[in-house]
């Protein structure tokens, strides 16, 4: 089982996302944990402040090292493996691919901290983080939804999450890559209302020839790096 861990200010978005679909099955089936941390849990005033405005000017408001520190370090505590890794979410990050969450899958433990306002004290990248994660070259409002972009990438390479193993060994390359094809179902023929085109089937996906179409899903597949 793969632990995930979420520091944010904002646990309840997660609420959702782990009651639904498969990935409530996982967790129901004992096959990953999510837990979402709120990280003022770990402030120490009244105000349960987790920012501060940020030296040498500027505008918005900076996130404080302290609390994620000690967030981070109570939440290793509990699982207690060398198979753990910290991810930090920026924009300045690699960005995340296929064979990063093909690496992920084998881990114990994953521990996301998630960034909002202007952004997060740079010590935290400097020296929590085990790795500084982008999902694209674009800006987000929070690390949450990367985060569960993660999540979902990382658990569907778990056997036994998206259904039977042989799924998943059907289509993850020995490199550590996923093959994607286009797939079809009924009806053989569509025909959208007002339009005389026909939207067929593939011949080959109907004719029952199974090297015929492996060969069609190889030369119309593609390998997610």
Not at 4 to 26: M, N, Q
Not at 62 to 72: D, G, Q
Request: proline letters at 4%; one cysteine or more; aromatic letters at 8%.
């Amino acid at each position: 089982m793969i632990k995930f861990d979420v520091i944010t200010i904002f646990p309840k978005i997660f609420d959702s996302y782990i009651g639904e679909s498969l990935i409530a099955r996982a967790i129901k089936k004992k096959l990953i944990k999510i837990k979402a941390h709120n990280l003022r849990k770990w402030t120490t005033n009244n105000h349960q402040t987790v920012d501060g405005r940020p030296f040498g000017g500027g505008l918005g408001m900076v996130m404080m090292v302290e609390p994620i520190y000690k967030a981070v370090k109570f939440i290793k505590l509990k699982v207690k493996s060398k198979k753990s890794k910290v991810i930090f979410f920026t924009p300045r990050g690699e960005v995340f691919n296929q064979k990063m969450a093909s690496k992920l899958a084998k881990l114990d433990q994953i521990i996301f901290i998630c960034g909002r306002y202007e952004g997060v004290d740079e010590r935290v990248a400097e020296n929590i983080a085990d790795i500084k994660l982008s999902i694209g070259e674009y800006d987000l409002m929070g690390g949450e939804l990367p985060a569960m972009v993660v999540m979902e990438t990382v658990s569907r390479l778990i056997p036994g999450v998206i259904g039977k193993e042989e799924l998943l060994k059907e289509r993850v390359t020995k490199n550590g890559g996923f093959i994607e094809y286009a797939q079809y179902t009924r009806p053989e023929v569509f025909i959208p209302k007002g339009d005389k085109k026909k939207w067929k089937v593939p011949e080959v996906l109907l004719s029952g020839n199974h090297k015929n179409i492996e060969e069609w899903k190889k030369a119309h597949g593609k390998e997610i790096l």
